[in-house]
């Protein structure tokens, strides 16, 4: 131990005596080992984001939307082009999901589904009270949402099973509205009436439930979400299909195969459509797609960096024997001291490690910057990942050891006469 | 001349021959046999090139003989192994050399401390003996000064600290004053007269002054690989010292 210090001491003195030459020498770890660390950061940001997202919208979820069959011929006579299918007036109402569809998809697959969630956007609305004003963007949702979607309250709860059977005029509101318009008296609004114009006419609701609002990268506008039974938005907008709906499958059951199995159902009904098809796609397969890119970047990122380290382990390798030259004499003295061959080893692998780990910490500092960085535009809060700083460290010791072996062991062997009449 | 006392130093035979590339091959040291006993002070002269280094360096086990014996201490050295010899570098033996040899970049006192290092000898004892060591060479101001911001006979002086640093039975040292001038010349061979003495060290000196090597105890000189000469010396500091000055045959 005593030693170790010693040579850790020593190695660093004679770093500091060739700043520019050990930092070029550095170069090459500096970068290989940042660029690992940039990649991974952002790549750990983006699959926290993801997982993140997954707890709001649930891994266990199966999203079924309605596609053109042939995007190049999806032209309505307006010339509007589409790919999924929204708002599209050429598009009969009875194209549509509808309720029949859905129920009977459900009793098919009764034993894998846990809940389905239907929604019907309604319209954004504003609700003032006083001087202020708020917009609402307000849907209706099957009492399945709530379990497609995570909401977590602060007061109140969902609507009952009634109040969404009859289409009742109740709403559950965000805090964010709560806030602006109420003060942040979560307990007290429930109960109370609010009044906002829909499809122009003026229409009161009960709040039965806050929510908490949570900002995220899907709610960039200010207006904030509320939520009004299916059946009594129905009656508002005098419209029952659907473009989209969620199912929620039963935890055990592989997402993808139901999704697979409910496409495959649903597309019976539009077996005689030309223009549409059914499709899905569920949080699960998204991830594993995902990560499957992210893979191949990471992949693709590593070999760069391994080269670079390659590169820089080589250079490390080649200063040391610079180095190791240079000092002959001072080999040969420590010898003719009572150095043996393991501490003049030592003392040069120990050089090598001191490099690639000051190399290696810098390229880990330079890489998460960098990768905070590419995160931040990415739009993902960054998150660093541990095991791959750790690994780097480690890695970067295990370049010292590997490629300051040869030139150590080099001096080592040196014939204590030799080195000291060396000139 | 054994006067009883133990022979730290026994050669026989020795032959060094150096291979620089076939067919050459020099015989420079030719059947040296030698014995040096615990506290004697013995000086080696000889011209130039007449092998005194070659011999010193096996002496000092930084190099092996080519054939021959060499105890060291009673132990065959051609039995030990290379670690064998760094301890017994380290331990028995300090080196003094002409060119000082101190490790760059480091200070004084870090200096003395090395052979303490290698010897496993805690921090806080090494410093302390290393302190102690400068200030037994009159460079108890200097412990934080590097070798490039000594003078010559300065540096000469960390040197034998350093040789001391472990307590080595042994000194070997060639041509010690070559590159001062002949004062501080001077004040290095009081400095080995004093551990001859007071300490009981056994010296080896290599030296081209005559004067100097009048001073020790046994004068050995070496010619083109033999031991030519044998005699006694007077085995201490003639009086007064300033007599010896200007007839140095120092070179650098
Ligand atoms: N490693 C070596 N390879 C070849 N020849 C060598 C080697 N070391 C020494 N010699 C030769 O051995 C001879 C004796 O050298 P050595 O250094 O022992 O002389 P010296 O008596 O110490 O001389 P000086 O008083 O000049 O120091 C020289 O001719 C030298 O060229
Ligand atoms: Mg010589």
């Not at chain 1, 609507?159 to 318009?181: C, H, P, Q």
């Not at chain 1, 090598?352 to 931040?376: E, N, R, W």
């Not at chain 2, 000889?46 to 002496?59: D, E, F, Y």
């Amino acid at each position: 131990m005593n030693m170790f210090w010693e040579n850790v001491r020593l190695a660093l003195t004679s770093l500091r005596t060739n700043k520019s030459r050990t930092f070029l020498t550095m170069l090459g770890i500096i970068i290989g080992i940042a660029a690992v660390i940039a990649i991974k950061t952002v790549g750990n940001s983006l699959s926290l984001s993801v997982s993140d997202s997954m707890q709001s919208m649930g891994a266990n979820n199966i999203t079924v939307y309605l596609n053109s069959k042939e995007a190049d011929k999806d032209e309505t006579e307006d010339g509007y082009v589409f790919g999924t299918v929204t708002n599209d007036r050429a598009l009969t109402k009875d194209d549509l999901f509808n309720d029949e569809m859905i129920m009977g998809m459900f009793r098919q697959f009764s034993d894998s589904i846990a809940a389905i969630s239907t929604q019907a956007e309604v319209e954004t609305t504003t609700v003032k009270k006083g001087t202020n004003s708020k917009s609402l963007s307000i849907s209706g949702v099957s009492l399945g949402y709530f379990t497609a979607n995570s909401l977590e309250f602060v007061s109140g709860g969902f609507f009952s099973a009634d109040e969404a059977k009859d289409g009742r005029n109740v709403i559950i509101v965000g805090t964010d509205f709560v806030d602006s318009l109420y003060g942040g008296n979560y307990a007290g609004i429930i109960g109370e009436t609010v009044s906002m114009p829909l499809y122009n006419k003026n229409m009161d609701f009960v709040v039965v439930g806050v929510y908490k609002y949570q900002a995220s990268i899907y709610t960039m506008n200010s207006s904030s979400s509320a939520y009004i039974p299916l059946k009594a938005a129905q009656s508002i907008t005098h419209f029952d299909r659907y473009t989209t709906f969620s199912v929620v499958s039963k935890v055990g059951v592989d997402s993808d195969e139901l999704a697979v199995s409910i496409k495959d159902y649903l597309n019976g009904f539009y077996r005689n459509s030309n223009r549409l098809e059914v499709e899905t796609y569920n949080m699960a397969s998204m991830i594993s797609g995902m990560n499957d890119m992210m893979g191949k970047i990471t992949t693709a990122v590593s070999v760069i960096a391994g080269i670079a380290l390659l590169v820089g382990g080589i250079g490390v390798m080649n200063i040391m024997l610079v180095s190791i030259t240079e000092r002959t004499r001072e080999i040969g003295t420590r010898k003719a001291l009572g150095a043996t061959n393991g501490y003049i080893r030592m003392q040069f692998i120990i050089e090598a490690v001191v490099i690639c780990i000051i190399g290696g910490t810098i390229g880990i500092l330079t890489g998460l910057l960098m990768g905070a960085i590419g995160a931040k535009i990415l739009g993902f809060a960054a998150a660093p990942s541990v095991s791959s700083i750790v690994g780097s460290l480690a890695f970067s010791m295990f370049i010292g050891i590997f490629f300051g072996y040869y030139p150590a062991n080099k001096a080592a062997k040196m014939n204590p006469i030799d080195a000291l009449r060396y000139e | 001349m054994s006067e009883g006392a133990n022979t730290v130093i026994s050669l026989k035979n020795i032959i060094k021959r150096f291979y620089i590339g076939t067919p050459n091959e020099l015989q420079i040291l030719n059947g040296i046999t030698l014995d040096v006993h615990e506290g004697e002070f013995v000086s080696i002269v000889g011209q130039s090139g007449s092998g005194k280094s070659t011999l010193m360096n096996l002496i000092g086990l930084l190099d092996r003989p080519t054939e021959g014996e060499y105890h060291i201490d009673g132990l065959d050295t051609a039995s030990a192994s290379d670690n064998d010899l760094s301890y017994i570098r380290n331990q028995q033996i300090g080196f003094v050399f002409q060119t000082y040899n101190l490790v760059p970049k480091t200070d004084a006192l870090k200096n003395v401390e090395l052979p303490m290092l290698y010897a496993g000898v805690s921090r806080k004892e090494r410093t302390q003996r290393a302190l102690e060591l400068l200030e037994l060479v009159d460079m108890g101001d200097r412990t934080k000064h590097l070798p490039e911001e000594l003078s010559g006979g300065q540096k000469q002086r960390v040197a034998i600290a350093r040789a001391m640093a472990n307590d080595p039975a042994i000194i070997l040292a060639d041509e010690p004053t070559g590159a001062l001038d002949s004062k501080t010349g001077r004040a290095v061979m009081d400095l080995f007269h004093k551990l001859n003495k007071e300490q009981g060290k056994t010296i080896l000196l290599i030296t081209h002054s005559n004067e100097l090597a009048e001073e020790t105890d046994r004068i050995i000189t070496i010619k083109d690989g033999y031991i030519t000469g044998e005699r006694k010396g007077s085995g201490c500091v003639p009086t007064p010292s300033e007599t010896v000055s200007e007839s140095e045959v120092t070179e650098a």
